[in-house]
């Protein structure tokens, strides 16, 4: 689990994130519906705008991740809205189908606060900044790819290094190596709480055993 430089979604919050994200993909892969977050006991925290990422995996490999990086809509909106988006249009995959739902693990990263009110994004000016593990990494470029992100979860589950993590993230923006030194490109890191229903599945686990 990654987490925030600091914590701002208690135990209850992540779990009622968690279960909103189930609950919006039931919804809509079942009844081709969005789901009302009226009658769910939304915190101040929840109604906070934050951007968020729902990622989503099937026995362990991935099998759809979306997420919004502007903070332009409540936590929990976010939230409902990219467990549909990560099901239905990560271009990378086919539509999640009725069959997999109870095959799937779900995944939120809620990002926290950067350096302006609408990102969550910190501008690298140095790579020894950069912490494996709290740290996601996006590179903005000009040209038709934009840019390319990095969760921060994604370097500790691949064993990856600080050079290793930045390679990467040349590629997934479609950049030469060492592209964030280009002229005309920005390095940003950003951080995020890190929950998931398997994580929190083997923690009562343990608490009962």
């Known amino acids: 689990m990654s987490d925030c430089c600091e914590r701002y979604l208690n135990d209850a919050e992540e779990a009622l994130l968690l279960r909103i994200a189930r609950d919006s993909l039931e919804t809509f892969i079942l009844k081709g519906e969005h789901l009302d977050l009226a009658a769910y006991p939304l915190t101040d925290a929840l109604r906070e705008k934050h951007g968020a990422f729902v990622t989503l995996r099937r026995s362990g490999a991935l099998r759809g991740c979306i997420g ?7 936590l929990a909106e976010a939230v409902r809205d990219n467990a549909i988006n990560a099901a239905a249009r990560d271009p990378r995959f086919p539509p999640v189908t009725v069959e997999e739902l109870p095959e799937l693990d779900i995944e939120v990263s809620a990002l926290c606060p950067g350096d ?36 921060p ?57």
């Open 68 to 74: 919004y990086t502007k903070n332009i809509e409540a």
């Open 116 to 151: 302006t009110p609408d990102s969550p994004f910190l501008e690298v000016r140095a790579i020894s900044e950069i912490v494996i593990g709290r740290d996601g990494l996006y590179l903005e470029q000009a040209g038709p790819r934009g840019g390319g992100l990095l969760l």
């Open 153 to 209: 979860q994604v370097p500790v589950e691949q064993g990856w290094d600080l050079p290793a993590f930045l390679a990467a993230l040349c590629r997934k923006a479609g950049a030469p190596e060492r592209a964030w030194e280009l002229p005309g490109a920005r390095l940003y890191r950003f951080s995020a709480q890190v929950f998931s229903e398997r994580e929190r599945d083997r923690a009562a686990n343990a608490s009962a055993a």
